[in-house]
């Protein structure tokens, strides 16, 4: 039986490398659909968690997570060996920057490396992690060809981004479509049908580097506009005209205006990366991307920016930040999820303790720092605690936080994120 009757029948077998934020999402759903599933990490303790049906990812459901493994349709493992019998493989793996704002795709081609030694004719491979426009084709493709098969007769390759928001109630996995893009017309049909027949929406493109510049340009458009409306703070800030008035205003136009809203520097995977690999490609290209850099800078700037504003209010009160008890509200890079992922928080632990200042954070959804742990100390949420802080920063807000303990109990608040709008206190400083 060839791969197209396998996916139309349901009986193909897949496989997903990489169980983080979008690969244990992704194999939950191809397993609620009906398809077996083997998920893939090196991580022990994913794959023993995987098995025993405990979810350690905000947007996966432990319950549906248990149905699926104790029905015995998705199991996890950290032995490639098994891409023997897969006949599809979609890799979800992380693809950090260098510190020279270089991409780093060497967890790409560390999986491939594996898939190659396992690979079989009617195979189908997928890259799902966000990349610079060409990675399908000139690294995967040339690996993969190396075992003698051939894309579009013997195995089929294609890319279709990853399109996960972390928290978000009414977008999942399976509502939100998925851009496909192949190497060959066969490779992006077969790849469409495996969306499809999970129940998703696929979108064919004519090629894998649209497919790619898709991702890009969605992030790319995001890091733009929050780094002009921080730029707007900015300049807000120096006239003493209130930005978030000015947004919520702009905001009743019902065309031609999006509105963005500024904040203490950019979080998660997507948005503080994902556009340099696109200016990074470009650049290959000769291409000058001066908006992408410019964003970067300004957003990259942002934790500096929070830090200055603070030690101003607090000289105001003729206090200096070095010495003082700095509070941390919210630590994740977003509201109600428990990822720290490129955080801000980290910049600014790491700017005000450089200042001299005591760092405490405290996060109703975070249970430990990942990093700068020994800079910040974490703090109880109570009245007792918080009127021993000379000042805290919201860097992210939640919802269900009682602020009122904030607001009535420390000396002085910098409301980076506007969480704090009801409250009329002289305490309250805002971007």
Request: proline share 5%; with cysteine.
């Given at each position: 039986m060839g791969l197209r009757?396998?996916?139309?029948?349901?009986?193909?077998?897949?496989?997903?490398?990489?169980?983080?934020?979008?690969?244990?999402?992704?194999?939950?759903?191809?397993?609620?659909?009906?398809?077996?599933?083997?998920?893939?990490?090196i991580d022990s303790r994913k794959v023993k968690e995987v098995n025993a049906g405990r979810s350690y990812i905000g947007d996966v459901d432990g319950v549906e997570l248990s149905e699926v493994v104790g029905s015995g349709i998705l199991r996890a493992t950290d032995d490639f060996s098994i891409l023997t019998d897969a006949d599809t493989i979609n890799i979800a793996v992380p693809t950090p920057l260098r510190k020279t704002k270089d991409p780093d795709i060497s967890y790409i081609v560390a999986a491939l490396k594996e898939i190659r030694k396992y690979l079989h004719k009617g195979q189908l491979i997928i890259l799902e992690s966000t990349t610079y426009p060409g990675t399908t084709e000139e690294v995967m493709l040339p690996l993969l060809e190396e075992t003698g098969l051939k894309v579009g007769k013997d195995f089929y390759l294609a890319f279709s981004p990853e399109r996960v928001d972390p928290g978000n109630e009414h977008f999942s996995t399976k509502n939100i479509p998925k851009v496909v893009g192949g190497v060959t017309p066969a490779c992006t049909e077969l790849a469409a049908m495996l969306y499809s027949a999970a129940g998703m929406n696929p979108v064919p493109v004519s090629s894998t580097r649209v497919a790619e510049t898709v991702k890009l340009l969605e992030n790319t458009f995001r890091s733009v506009n929050i780094g002009l409306v921080n730029e707007i703070a900015m300049m807000c800030n120096r006239m003493g005209i209130n930005v978030w008035e000015v947004i919520d205003a702009?905001?009743?136009?019902?065309?031609?205006?999006?509105?963005?809203?500024?904040?203490?520097?950019?979080?998660?995977?997507?948005?503080?990366?994902?556009?340099?690999?696109?200016?990074?490609?470009?650049?290959?290209?000769?291409?000058?991307?001066?908006?992408?850099?410019?964003?970067?800078?300004?957003?990259?700037?942002?934790?500096?920016?929070?830090?200055?504003?603070?030690?101003?209010?607090?000289?105001?009160?003729?206090?200096?930040?070095?010495?003082?008890?700095?509070?941390?509200?919210?630590?994740?890079?977003?509201?109600?999820?428990?990822?720290?992922?490129?955080?801000?928080?980290?910049?600014?632990?790491?700017?005000?303790?450089?200042?001299?200042?005591?760092?405490?954070?405290?996060?109703?959804?975070?249970?430990?720092?990942?990093?700068?742990?020994?800079?910040?100390?974490?703090?109880?949420?109570?009245?007792?605690?918080?009127?021993?802080?000379?000042?805290?920063?919201?860097?992210?807000?939640?919802?269900?936080?009682?602020?009122?303990?904030?607001?009535?109990?420390?000396?002085?608040?910098?409301?980076?994120?506007?969480?704090?709008?009801?409250?009329?206190?002289?305490?309250?400083?805002?971007?």
């Amino acid at each position: 039986m060839g791969l197209r009757e396998k996916l139309s029948e349901k009986k193909a077998v897949q496989s997903v490398i990489g169980l983080g934020y979008v690969g244990l999402p992704l194999a939950v759903e191809f397993s609620k659909a009906g398809l077996k599933t083997v998920g893939i990490d090196i991580d022990s303790r994913k794959v023993k968690e995987v098995n025993a049906g405990r979810s350690y990812i905000g947007d996966v459901d432990g319950v549906e997570l248990s149905e699926v493994v104790g029905s015995g349709i998705l199991r996890a493992t950290d032995d490639f060996s098994i891409l023997t019998d897969a006949d599809t493989i979609n890799i979800a793996v992380p693809t950090p920057l260098r510190k020279t704002k270089d991409p780093d795709i060497s967890y790409i081609v560390a999986a491939l490396k594996e898939i190659r030694k396992y690979l079989h004719k009617g195979q189908l491979i997928i890259l799902e992690s966000t990349t610079y426009p060409g990675t399908t084709e000139e690294v995967m493709l040339p690996l993969l060809e190396e075992t003698g098969l051939k894309v579009g007769k013997d195995f089929y390759l294609a890319f279709s981004p990853e399109r996960v928001d972390p928290g978000n109630e009414h977008f999942s996995t399976k509502n939100i479509p998925k851009v496909v893009g192949g190497v060959t017309p066969a490779c992006t049909e077969l790849a469409a049908m495996l969306y499809s027949a999970a129940g998703m929406n696929p979108v064919p493109v004519s090629s894998t580097r649209v497919a790619e510049t898709v991702k890009l340009l969605e992030n790319t458009f995001r890091s733009v506009n929050i780094g002009l409306v921080n730029e707007i703070a900015m300049m807000c800030n120096r006239m003493g005209i209130n930005v978030w008035e000015v947004i919520d205003a702009a905001a009743t136009k019902p065309f031609g205006f999006m509105p963005f809203y500024p904040g203490p520097g950019l979080g998660g995977h997507c948005i503080p990366i994902d556009p340099f690999y696109l200016s990074w490609k470009a650049k290959q290209s000769g291409f000058d991307a001066r908006f992408i850099e410019l964003a970067g800078v300004i957003n990259g700037d942002m934790p500096g920016y929070v830090v200055v504003r603070v030690s101003e209010a607090l000289n105001e009160r003729k206090k200096c930040l070095n010495g003082s008890k700095i509070l941390l509200m919210g630590v994740s890079y977003k509201k109600d999820i428990d990822d720290t992922r490129e955080s801000p928080a980290y910049d600014i632990i790491r700017l005000i303790s450089k200042m001299g200042a005591e760092v405490y954070w405290n996060d109703p959804f975070v249970e430990k720092l990942e990093e700068e742990s020994d800079l910040a100390n974490y703090l109880e949420y109570d009245a007792k605690s918080l009127a021993g802080m000379d000042c805290a920063i919201v860097v992210t807000g939640h919802t269900g936080v009682d602020y009122s303990v904030l607001v009535e109990n420390c000396p002085m608040i910098f409301d980076a994120r506007n969480v704090l709008k009801e409250f009329d206190s002289d305490s309250i400083v805002t971007m």
